[in-house]
Each structure stands twice: as C-alpha cells, then as structure tokens.
C-alpha cells in the first residue's frame, strides 16, 4: 500500500486521514472513517487468496469507492 502504514492489524492507507482498514486475503473488507464516523463492509469470497504483488492490490476500487462515500458525508448533505 504506497504511503501506508501497518500497525496493530490495521491498515491506515494514508497518514492524512484517520482511515483505517481490515483486509482478508479472500477479499473481504472493513473500512472506517474515524473522523466521519462511517464505517463499511465488504464481504467476499475469491477463489484464491489474494497473491503479495507490487502494490497491485484488487481491493484498492472498493476502497476508493468507501472514501467518496466518507466524503459526501463529511460534506454534510447527510444523505446519500
């Protein structure tokens, strides 16, 4: 995860925001924005295990999708 940091089996993809993850190797996913207070799931069941490549990460869609979620929150319409 470029620019990431691992602690304590969390992910935090950036040391900007105060998002952490929880990443299986079968593709499943937690997301939380402590500052908005939003959390998601992603649940999945790949075949294979997720192999270790160079940042080639499949779940990095879903992520991005979590975080303009966490964004239109923050930009307070409130709804979705």
């Known amino acids: ?7 304590s089996m969390f992910w935090f993809p ?6 952490l993850l929880c990443i299986g190797i079968h593709g ?9 207070g939003m959390a998601g799931v992603k ?7 997720e192999p270790e490549c160079d940042g080639a ?3 990095f869609s879903a ?6 979620i ?3 929150l923050a930009a ?3 709804t979705l």
């Not at 649940?43 to 295990?49: G, H, I």
Request: net charge negative; aromatic share 12%.
């Open 1 to 7: 995860m470029p620019g990431g940091m691992y602690r």
């Open 14 to 19: 950036t040391a900007s925001r105060d998002v």
């Open 28 to 36: 499943q996913l937690v997301y939380i924005d402590r500052a908005t």
């Open 43 to 49: 649940l999945s069941s790949w075949e294979d295990p």
């Open 57 to 59: 990460w499949k779940g």
């Open 63 to 68: 992520v991005r999708m979590f975080d303009a």
């Open 70 to 72: 966490s964004d239109h």
């Open 76 to 78: 307070g319409s409130g």
